[in-house]
C-alpha cells in the first residue's frame, strides 16, 4: 500500500536556525498538509496546499513557516528562525481531492530545539 | 472555537472484550467526522469517515456512530485484540474550514492478554 514517508525521523537544531523537514506525498494525491503535535497535546492543522498554492492555515502558522513543492514529488516545510517551543512532532499528510477524503500520514519528523 | 473533546482519556481492557469511546464536538457548521487510529511512535491511520447524513459507518470490528443532534459520536470496538493498544482520534471538519481538520485529545487504550 501506498505511503507518505518523511525524513527525517529526528531532527536536532539550535535555536534560531533554518529547518527545513521533508515529506514525499503518496504519488496520485493532490492536496498535501503539515501537522504538529506538541508532546503530550493534540494534534494541530498548521497549512494545506493545492495546487502549488496555499488553500487553508491556521494561527500558528505565521511568517516563520513556510512550505514549498519544490518538484513533482517533495513537499516541504520550512522553519526558519526556529524557538523552542517549535519542538515538537511535525506529520505530513496527503489525500486525493474531496472533502470526504482521507488524509493519510507519515509517521512524522520529531523536532528538538535546543 | 472549535473544539473535539473524547472520553475517557485513557482505558484498559482484556483481550477479547468489547469497548466504546466517546467524542463530543463543538465544531460549526459540521462537515464530516472521522475517527484515527495512532500507534505510539507512528502516524495517524483513518479508520472511519462519516457525513451529516450517516448515523453509523463499520470498517472490520470497529463501528462508529454519529448523533448530529447532539453532537456526538462513539467508535465500537468488538472483540478487541492486543494489536488495538494505541491512541484513538477523533477529527471534525467544518464545512466552511475546506480540508482543515480539528483533533480531539485521543482515548489510549491498552488491551490486556
Known amino acids: 500500500e501506498p505511503e507518505v514517508t518523511q525524513t527525517p525521523s529526528h531532527q536536532v537544531t539550535q535555536m534560531g536556525q533554518e529547518v527545513i523537514l521533508r515529506c514525499v506525498p503518496i504519488s496520485n494525491h493532490l492536496y498535501f498538509y503539515w501537522y504538529r503535535q506538541i508532546l503530550g497535546q493534540k494534534v494541530e492543522f498548521l497549512v494545506s496546499?493545492?495546487?502549488?498554492?496555499?488553500?487553508?492555515k491556521s494561527e500558528i502558522f505565521d511568517d516563520q513557516f513556510s512550505v514549498e513543492r519544490p518538484d513533482g514529488s517533495n513537499f516541504t516545510l520550512k522553519i526558519r528562525s526556529t524557538k523552542l517551543e517549535d519542538s515538537a512532532m511535525y506529520f505530513c499528510?496527503?489525500?486525493?481531492?474531496?472533502?470526504?477524503?482521507?488524509?493519510?500520514f507519515g509517521d512524522g519528523t520529531r523536532l528538538s530545539i535546543l | 472555537k472549535n473544539q473535539v473533546e473524547q472520553s475517557p482519556q485513557s482505558l484498559i481492557i482484556l483481550e477479547g472484550k468489547n469497548c466504546t469511546l466517546q467524542c463530543n464536538y463543538t465544531v460549526s457548521p459540521f462537515s464530516n467526522l472521522r475517527w484515527y487510529k495512532q500507534d505510539t511512535g507512528r502516524g495517524p491511520v483513518s479508520l472511519t469517515i462519516?457525513?451529516?447524513?450517516?448515523n453509523t459507518k463499520s470498517n472490520g470490528r470497529y463501528t462508529a456512530t454519529l448523533d448530529a443532534d447532539t453532537k456526538q459520536s462513539s467508535l465500537h470496538i468488538t472483540a478487541s485484540q492486543l494489536s488495538d493498544s494505541a491512541s484513538y482520534i477523533c477529527?471534525?471538519?467544518?464545512?466552511?474550514?475546506?480540508?482543515?481538520?480539528?483533533f480531539g485529545g485521543g482515548t489510549r487504550l491498552m488491551v490486556k492478554p
Open positions: 499528510a496527503s489525500s486525493e481531492v474531496g472533502m470526504y477524503q482521507p488524509q493519510h
Open positions: 477529527v471534525v471538519s467544518a464545512r466552511n474550514a475546506g480540508n482543515m481538520l480539528t
Open positions: 462519516m457525513t451529516f447524513s450517516e
Open positions: 496546499f493545492y495546487n502549488n498554492e496555499i488553500s487553508e
